[in-house]
């Protein structure tokens, strides 16, 4: 047995989840990989299709679901999970739901990661990669680039479940001792992303000539990571990471919303006059910009994909899997869209 064969990986039917599991896959088949997922709107088992996987469908907040997740990985109570690693993906993402309702998201991002801390304390696991976003430095001024020992300043519920769940595993690797590293990555895109977001919703919207909703001025920046070089280097943090260090994952692509719209339109030949100016956000980031300094000086890892390149790629992938968006956009989707982007296309 080797260090990390046996992966449990919690939210890996989601977007970046599934990604890393198909990167896992196709880097390191012989790892034995478990999934621990509730499948909530934006968790789908299709996304892990034709992968020599575990699905275990339960609840991270729930000790009973997350002790039948490490029996599959065969590890019981008390013990025998040396060579395994939790990959902790699982989480509410959406920043405009938890506006809407912050309960959510304390009950997985703040409630599941402490179950999930003790069971893998219990059991003695390997190592705990927790994955965590750029959002918990909050909006950073033009021309800086946070570092991981900046303060952490999250302005919506979102980020600050992601802050408060980052510092119950920094007090788990102080006080009991617990191997864990935490990422910060930044605004992902690729294959398998919820529509809910910016890329995959405006990439949908676009290619039916309808709307698209940018909020404000358009002009808030994002840092751009495609998917798969996020999943490699999380990779890199679990097989090479320091024991209680974090790691920034920038995409080194900063981008305002408008930019980003008029090169996705360019891509689909669509006019830019389907982009409609809408409510803004409230508390809305004004930019992320994450240094990427120490993951590359420790790990040797920058990002290797173009953002023109990966991001037409994107476009393709979404552009050939019309059945996939159509069957997440089904069901609870529909009442989210037009509750939270009906009366804004109104005005
Ligand atoms: P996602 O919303 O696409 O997927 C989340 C997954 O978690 C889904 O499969 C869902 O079913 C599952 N889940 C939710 N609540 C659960 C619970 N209580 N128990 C078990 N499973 C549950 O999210 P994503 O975009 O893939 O993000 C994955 C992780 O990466 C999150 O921790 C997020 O904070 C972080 N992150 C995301 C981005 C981004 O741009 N998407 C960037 C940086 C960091
Ligand atoms: O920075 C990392 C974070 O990126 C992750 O931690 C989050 O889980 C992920 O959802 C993402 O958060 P954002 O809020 O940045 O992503 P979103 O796709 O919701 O929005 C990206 C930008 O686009 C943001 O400035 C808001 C804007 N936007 C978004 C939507 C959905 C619009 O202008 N219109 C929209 O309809």
């Not at 890393?20 to 299709?46: C, I, Q």
């Not at 020599?52 to 109570?77: C, H, K, M, S, Y």
């Not at 920034?248 to 389907?274: A, C």
Request: charged content about 25%.
């Amino acid at each position: 047995m080797s260090e990390f064969d046996t992966l449990l990986v919690t939210g890996g039917a989601g977007f970046i989840g599934s990604n890393f599991v198909h990167v896992v896959a196709e880097r390191t088949p012989a790892r034995r990989v478990v999934v621990l997922d509730k499948l909530t709107y934006a968790g789908n088992a299709e996304n892990l299709a034709g992968l020599d996987v575990e699905l275990v469908r339960g609840d991270i907040a729930d000790p009973e679901d997350v002790g039948r997740a490490f029996q599959a990985t065969g590890t019981g109570g008390g013990g025998g999970a040396e060579n395994i690693a939790v990959i902790h993906f699982a989480a509410e993402t959406h920043v405009d739901r938890s506006i809407e309702s912050a309960l959510p998201f304390l009950h997985t991002n703040v409630v599941g990661t402490q179950v999930l801390l003790d069971a893998a304390r219990e059991r003695g696991v390997r190592r705990f990669v927790h994955i965590s976003t750029d959002e918990v430095y909050g909006p950073i001024p033009d021309g800086v680039f946070t570092p991981e020992d900046d303060l952490l300043n999250p302005t919506n519920p979102y980020s600050a479940s992601k802050a408060a769940s980052e510092h119950l595993v920094h007090a788990a690797t102080i006080t009991h001792g617990i191997d864990a590293v935490i990422t910060r990555c930044s605004n992902n895109y690729g294959p398998y992303q919820f529509p809910e977001k910016l890329i995959p919703l405006m990439i949908a919207n676009a290619s039916e000539d309808k709307p698209l909703p940018v909020y404000g001025d358009g002009l808030c920046e994002r840092d751009w990571t495609h998917v798969r070089d996020h999943c490699d280097a999380v990779l890199a943090v679990l097989e090479r990471g320091r024991a209680g260090a974090t790691y920034n994952i920038p995409g080194n692509t900063h981008k305002t919303n408008l930019e980003v719209l008029h090169f996705l339109l360019d891509v689909l030949g669509k006019p830019r006059s389907l982009i409609h100016h809408v409510k803004d956000r409230p508390g809305h980031d004004r930019r992320y910009a994450p240094d990427g300094a120490r993951i590359q000086s420790e790990l040797g890892w920058t990002p290797s994909r173009t953002f023109d390149d990966a991001m037409e790629e994107t476009v393709r992938w979404y552009q050939d899997n019309t059945d996939w968006l159509e069957r997440v956009r089904s069901g609870e989707y529909r009442n989210y869209y037009e509750r939270h982007y009906g009366e804004r296309l109104k005005t």
